[in-house]
């Protein structure tokens, strides 16, 4: 079992930067891929952002490439997203997820392979 807890949101500006925290507790954090999610009012929740478990592999969401940097920290059992230029349709509740490294999936973006989530941060961009 995996705890997971965010923090870091807000409301901001557009053109202002975040960045987002995630803690995590119990069982071998340091072996779990970690991820960021997004879900807007009326929307599925949609990948941001993944970082494996040694910390050497990350992927984007287009909607985010060059914007956002994910980035972990295994002695603090800490996972970031970084957030900068952000706009209004950005806005959403940012949810942090883990799996185990090894465990088998056809895609690490889906929220399905996923087996931990955290409770959320809203950030709310204004224009």
């Known amino acids: 079992q995996v705890q997971l807890a965010e923090s870091g949101g807000g409301l901001v500006q557009a053109g202002d930067s975040l960045r987002l925290s995630c803690v995590g507790s119990?069982?071998?954090?340091?072996?779990?891929?970690m991820a960021w999610f997004r879900q807007a009012p009326g929307k599925e929740r949609e990948f941001v952002a993944q970082?494996?478990?040694?910390?050497?592999?990350?992927h984007y969401a287009d909607a985010v490439q060059g914007r956002f940097t994910i980035s972990r920290d295994n002695v603090k059992n800490t996972v970031w997203l970084q957030m900068s230029n952000l706009k209004p349709e950005v806005t959403a509740i940012y949810y942090c997820?883990?799996?185990?490294?090894?465990?088998?999936?056809?895609?690490?973006?889906?929220?399905?392979?996923?087996?931990?989530w955290g409770q959320g941060t809203q950030v709310t961009v204004s224009s």
């Open positions: 997820a883990a799996r185990w490294f090894d465990k088998p999936t056809t895609n690490a973006s889906t929220a399905c392979a996923y087996d931990y």
């Open positions: 119990g069982r071998a954090f340091t072996h779990h891929n």
């Open positions: 970082i494996v478990f040694h910390g050497g592999t990350k």
